[in-house]
């Protein structure tokens, strides 16, 4: 078969392959970004007002993946026989142009710098012997100073709204205190408060917290980013999470990158491009290309280039190079192989407050990535030492905008019926009344939870899919109830009139059917020993080093932080690094 | 798109909008007028005559009427589900239906082979069969309104099957379906006079809150809006 | 000062002229040539009516409906049987700067050769070098015209050509007149001539002339056109509220190279004369234009200025939507243009001192919102976006409401349009750009 070549392949249109594809496309290279999903532009999803559609939104999942032909299979432990996860519930994976990135909310966080290199910090202030047996602690092998120049650049790309705490050093604003330094301010300043947010804020401060801004990915003023794309303000239509931004605000890969990358004549997007595998060459060193499958008229296509890069949701990263036979698939038996170790989740938990009935929440109102949040209890701004767990959470109040069916369906909370007699009144008291303050917290990596491909399950194209194994441990359970136990003194602050916490269980399983969050990560982990990590510090495969892999994929372990900003910063980290040294002198950046 | 005649769109408006006339009497009269137009006004395309008696029945009981206005029937949720029944999730098309298809446990999700216009079909014959077997021969739709709301909650609680479906599967889905009716936006045959949207004081399709950001606790002030237009 | 049009192109064209025929150029003089070219075609706008999407570059085939029958664009690619491949550089000038064809015939005034007879002989020269040696050629006959006979006889062509058409001496003559200083006139070169600004800015008298060809001719000059597709063009002259006073020279040049600015967006035919021309201008051209707009007298000098009125934006955000057509814009409209009427330019035109909606005529406003509108990306600014059509959700009654409020207020103070008014232009309503399957990526 006669393949095509270019200069380099781009495997997913979201966030991470579009910053790759912009990058590459102006050190020069020919590049053809391969998507799998449909075309998207906000002219049809995000049409005013047929977009602003709950049902065919965010409940029919319009933007997500389409599970009919292609889908993951789930089991808790190792001895269960995992079953496929048939309907969206616990996460939700974008797909079409734009990826998870058009339906994101808009955190857009950079990171905790203690979380970097956690492993060495753990055993520095709390001694080798805190980490529990099994946790497969790790450090990224990445600095935040060296990834600092990056986290700006992608800010003013997504015109993120935010504000400062420390500038170089100095103290610029009432932003984060937890918050590492940063070289320049916010492009935008913090988006505006609702009432739940302030009230947190308040209450927060008053406990002796530290409340600050999210920082968010929705614009709070018109915007023109460095690639002379433009932004609409955010409005706080609530329409974000779920949905394409009617009002160009919420920072997209279609947005924000897409309409200066379409310009470029070296740049090709191709849809409807299921990627079947990357091609290697005899010995499995080097990538020679990719084979995808047309969807359009069911043929496979070979298409070969000197550089692939692969930039697909995390787990399709994970799946995709098990399928080509990119480095050596973990087993957690042996305790070998790196591809598909440390696959971690988040642990999201939402309490709720009920205020008097004078006071309206207006909880429809809201922007994905606003509200108000506090740090004093994420990552190592705490002291871990008498609690005997690693991790933490943010805390926030991040009214995102709540939909009715949402709102009805996951019913009033409390004690209250979810259906017929009481329901109603309930219900009207609940969503004109209420508030809710997540904690939203790592979730570390263990030696039995884990990506690989299963053994009954296929995909619409006949390829395996992939299984995870994964379930709620001990560390992380006790992480969350400590964490939850401190919403307690802020809602009282409030002066709510009751409320509920919401925290994991003792002993929790993962339960498919209830959406958690869609921050999956690892499986593709970045580090700095190829014993032990899938990427090397620039994301460049250690095994086929003309393979990058991009995404969160490359977190050894789950953050508290929502993944999108850091995704973001380790996109153009690895993008620079291609262009000043792989591109001059092809091959490992670092020895293994 | 479709767009509601301004005759019925004001007449539900005019009626749903207020506050007042569900709270204060006469109602009922309006009501039943509501209703006896809307039993007419609708066919059912994929549900029988036995099925979509049962499905107005369990409708008005997940979502009752009270003082907080008309229930899930009134409102159109019948009709919604029945036009759901033949769309791309209806027939199950955005679901992974590939077997082999084998029991699980619980928190591992839906695992039936149904897609929903099946399992509507299969479920609700059962149901009926079993309330024929149990009250003398009636149908779910037959029984006094504690009846129906009591059987409702063994099969929201019970461990019965209700031919391949678990009877906790079948309700589920017909909560969720019913309150989707009720809250979707009215395109999709529910909702009928926005007065799920009412109810709860969410303002559709507008989806403009700039001026409107931090009320420090005061209501918001404008009524729905449909995305074809109608107001309340 | 005189006019300043002796620019690379003239320099090029007097040493082309010296070098003999196109096909003895040295290569790098063809190559510059060629380049120069391609710039006039693009201060010309050739593109805008000869390029049609799915035919080729310059393939033509643009339909122009007129009363009597369709007519369409011709095919202009260098192919000696379909395009101008034949043309000789006399006759390429002809047909260019006169309206007649190599045959003879005379061309419809849908081509702008009034304002093409102002080009100066070296950008016609450069023109000619690109078309036949910078353009592919492409062999497809653009469709024929479908004015039955005997309204098909160009014999009335030729008398309007003699009535209405400048000759070319005469055009280069009033291009020549003393203007103030070196910029305006390579300003008023571009607009009057190659831009052809005034085939839609300008009145047309019962021939369908422009009433004027320049600013010499006096105000009525880009005074305002009659509607085009449905979309009236505005007054580029100092009109208060109707033409471009108040506008910035930084304000227009932005305008013209992305469509967009703080005070509005390019629609309809706007965007393609954007999109294929101005946008490939250099700075300095679009300076000159805009300096040369800001030097054009009102042509009604009596209008008021526009002056901002809070009144409507504090009601609105006071929770009072009780004005006539108010709860409409609140429900369908407020997101993107907001309260104060402000909008979120450049994304979002205000509304608020627009000069598109202050006008007599409705047509463009009602259309708007009867059609939506898209704005494409450009070189410049990338990001294109689109306003839906309101015609299937809104009755002819709200739209009429709505416009009357949007007219009305933020010291608009325009009045009112009639539902029966809405009712009509419908009729006229252009098929919106979506529903054309022309999806703009953003």
Not at chain 1, 316 to 338: A, C, E, K, W
Not at chain 1, 364 to 393: E, K, Q, R, T
Not at chain 3, 396 to 402: L, T
Request: proline share 6%; with cysteine.
């Amino acid at each position: 078969m006669c393949a095509k070549k270019v200069d380099a392949i781009v495997i997913g249109a979201g966030w991470a392959g579009s910053i790759l594809a912009k990058e590459l496309t102006e050190a020069g290279l020919s590049v053809v970004m391969l998507e799998r999903g449909d075309e998207r532009a906000t002219a049809v999803e995000g049409d005013y007002p047929s977009s602003i559609d709950e049902l065919r939104g965010a409940i029919r999942h319009r933007l997500f993946q389409n599970l009919s032909q292609s889908t993951v299979t789930i089991r808790n432990t190792l001895d269960q026989e995992a079953l496929p996860y048939r309907r969206l519930a616990a996460f939700l994976p974008g797909e079409g142009v734009g990826g998870a990135g058009l339906h994101w909310s808009g955190v857009h966080f950079r990171v905790a710098p203690d979380d970097l290199a956690l492993r060495t910090n753990v055993v520095a202030r709390y001694g080798k012997n805190f980490i529990p047996e099994g946790m497969n602690l790790q450090d990224y092998g990445v600095t935040y100073e060296e990834l600092e120049p990056f986290f700006d650049k992608a800010e003013k790309v997504f015109g993120t709204s935010g504000e400062p705490y420390t500038i170089k050093g100095k103290i610029a604003g009432n932003g984060n205190r937890f918050a590492p330094d940063r070289s320049d301010v916010f492009p935008l300043p913090a988006m505006g408060e609702v009432y739940s947010a302030s009230l947190f804020r308040s209450a927060a401060a008053n406990v002796g917290y530290h409340p600050y801004a999210l920082p968010a990915a929705n614009a709070s003023a018109q915007y023109t980013n460095p690639y002379g794309v433009q932004m609409g303000p955010c409005n706080f239509c609530g329409y974000c999470s779920g949905y394409d931004c009617y009002m160009y605000s919420k920072a997209s890969p279609n947005v924000n990158i897409l309409p200066a990358l379409r310009q470029d004549p070296k740049f090709t997007l191709i849809t409807k491009a299921h990627v079947l595998k990357v091609n290697l060459d005899a010995d499995k060193k080097k990538a020679t290309g990719v084979s995808y499958l047309d969807l359009r008229t069911k043929k496979q296509v070979e298409l070969d280039a000197d550089l692939v890069i692969i930039s697909a949701f995390q787990f399709h990263n994970v799946h995709l190079m098990l399928l080509s036979g990119i480095g050596q698939p973990y087993d957690p038996q042996q305790n070998t192989g790196t591809v598909g170790r440390n696959f971690v989740y988040q642990t999201i938990t939402t309490s709720r407050a009920w205020l008097s009935p004078k006071q309206y929440t207006n909880l429809f109102v809201g922007a994905g990535g606003a509200g108000v949040a506090i740090d004093d209890f994420n990552s190592m701004n705490f002291d871990h030492g008498p609690l005997g767990f690693v991790g933490g959470s943010p805390v926030w109040v991040n009214q995102a905008g709540v939909k009715p069916i949402a709102a009805a369906t996951g019913g009033p909370g409390g004690k209250a019926p979810t259906w017929g007699e009481g329901y109603k009144e309930a219900m009207v008291d609940t969503y004109r009344h209420s508030l809710t303050i997540d904690a939203h917290g790592s979730n570390m990596a263990y030696r039995d939870v884990y990506l690989d491909l299963d053994p009954t399950y296929s995909n619409a194209y006949g390829q395996p899919l992939l299984r995870m194994t994964f379930n709620w441990k001990d560390n992380d359970i006790r992480m969350n109830q400590y964490v939850v136990g401190k919403i307690e003194p802020i809602i009282k602050a409030m002066g709510a009139t009751k409320y509920s916490l919401g925290m994991l269980k003792d002993g929790e399983v993962f339960d498919t059917r209830r959406y958690q969050t869609t921050h999956l990560g690892g499986g593709a982990i970045m580090g700095t020993d190829p014993k032990t990590s899938c990427v090397n510090r620039y994301l460049q495969s250690w095994d086929v080093s003309n393979v990058f892999v991009i995404g969160a994929s490359a977190f050894p372990q789950g953050m508290g932080y929502n993944p999108t900003g850091m995704v973001a910063a380790l996109a153009y980290w690895a993008a620079y690094h291609i262009r000043t040294t792989y591109l001059k002198n092809p091959g490992p950046m670092v020895q293994a | 798109m479709k767009i509601p005649s301004s005759t019925r769109r004001n007449f539900t408006a005019g009626l749903l909008g207020s506050a007042s006339f569900w709270m204060y009497g006469g109602h009922k009269v309006w009501a039943d007028a509501l209703q006896s137009e809307s039993a007419q006004s609708y066919n059912p395309k994929y549900f029988n005559h036995e099925e979509w008696l049962f499905l107005n029945a369990a409708c008005a009981r997940i979502f009752p009427a009270d003082a907080h206005g008309p229930d899930a029937a009134l409102l159109g949720a019948p009709e919604f589900i029945d036009r759901q029944m033949d769309t791309p999730y209806g027939h199950g098309e955005l679901w992974y239906m590939s077997g082999p298809f084998k029991e699980g446990a619980p928190n591992l999700g839906y695992q039936l082979s149904l897609p929903p216009r099946d399992l509507y079909r299969q479920a609700i014959a059962a149901a009926n069969a079993y309330v024929r077997d149990h009250h003398q021969g009636q149908t779910f739709a037959q029984l006094a309104i504690p009846e129906q709301i009591a059987l409702l909650k063994v099969f929201e609680q019970g461990k019965m099957a209700l031919g391949a479906v678990p009877a906790h599967t079948f309700f589920e889905q017909l909560r969720q379906n019913t309150l989707e009716g009720v809250f979707s936006d009215p395109l999709y045959g529910g909702n009928k006079g926005l007065a799920g949207w009412t109810l709860l004081g969410f303002p559709g399709a507008r989806a403009d809150f700039m001026d409107w950001v931090n009320q420090k606790g005061a209501p918001y002030p404008f009524g729905p809006v449909s995305i074809s237009g109608e107001t309340a | 000062m005189k006019y300043g049009l002796f620019t690379r192109a003239t320099f090029f064209g007097v040493a082309a002229l010296l070098a003999g025929s196109v096909s003895e150029l040295r290569a790098e003089d063809t190559s510059a040539l060629i380049a120069q070219g391609k710039y006039v075609a693009e201060a010309s706008d050739c593109s805008a009516c000869h390029t049609v999407r799915g035919r080729g570059e310059f393939a033509g085939g643009m339909e122009f409906k007129l009363p009597i029958g369709s007519i369409y664009s011709s095919n202009i690619t260098p192919d000696p049987t379909h395009g101008i491949g034949a043309y000789s550089e006399a006759e390429f000038s002809r047909a260019v700067r006169e309206g007649v064809r190599r045959d003879g015939a005379s061309l419809y005034p849908a081509m702008p050769f009034p304002s093409y007879a102002r080009m100066s002989d070296g950008d016609i020269h450069a023109l000619y070098v690109y078309f036949m040696k910078g353009v592919q050629p492409v062999a497809q006959a653009a469709p024929p015209n479908g004015i039955p006979w005997p309204l098909s006889i160009r014999l009335p062509m030729t008398i309007w050509r003699a009535v209405f058409s400048p000759s070319v001496v005469a055009a280069q003559k009033d291009v020549n007149r003393s203007l103030p200083d070196d910029g305006i006139g390579r300003g008023a070169y571009l607009v009057e001539g190659p831009g052809h600004c005034g085939a839609c800015h300008s009145p047309r008298g019962m021939a369908l002339q422009e009433k004027a060809l320049s600013n010499s001719s006096g105000s009525l000059f880009l005074s305002g056109g009659a509607a085009i597709d449905g979309f009236v063009p505005t007054s580029l002259r100092q009109d208060q509220r109707t033409g471009l006073a108040g506008w910035s020279e930084d304000d227009i040049v932005q305008f013209l190279a992305t469509g967009r600015n703080r005070r509005g967006e390019a629609f309809g035919g706007m965007t393609d004369a954007i999109f294929h021309g101005t946008q490939h201008l250099t700075d300095a051209d679009l300076h000159a234009m805009a300096r040369y707009l800001l030097s054009l007298q009102p042509h009604q000098p009596t209008l008021s200025a526009w002056h901002y009125d809070p009144s409507a934006a504090t009601a609105l955000q006071a929770g009072d939507a009780s004005a006539q057509g108010a709860k409409v814009y609140v429900d369908h409209c407020e997101a993107c243009h907001r309260s104060d009427g402000r909008g979120y330019a450049p994304a979002f035109p205000p509304l608020a001192g627009n000069p598109v909606l202050m006008s007599d005529d409705p047509a463009s406003l009602v259309h708007v919102v009867q059609s939506g509108a898209v704005l494409p990306g450009m070189t410049k600014a990338p990001s294109a976006f689109a306003m839906p059509a309101y015609s299937g959700i809104l009755s002819s009654q709200q739209i009429a409401d709505v416009v009357t409020f949007i007219r009305k207020a933020w010291g608009n103070n325009a009045a009112p349009v009639t539902a029966a008014t809405v009712e009509e232009l419908r009729k006229s309503a252009p098929e919106p750009t979506i529903q054309k399957g022309i999806i703009p990526l953003n």
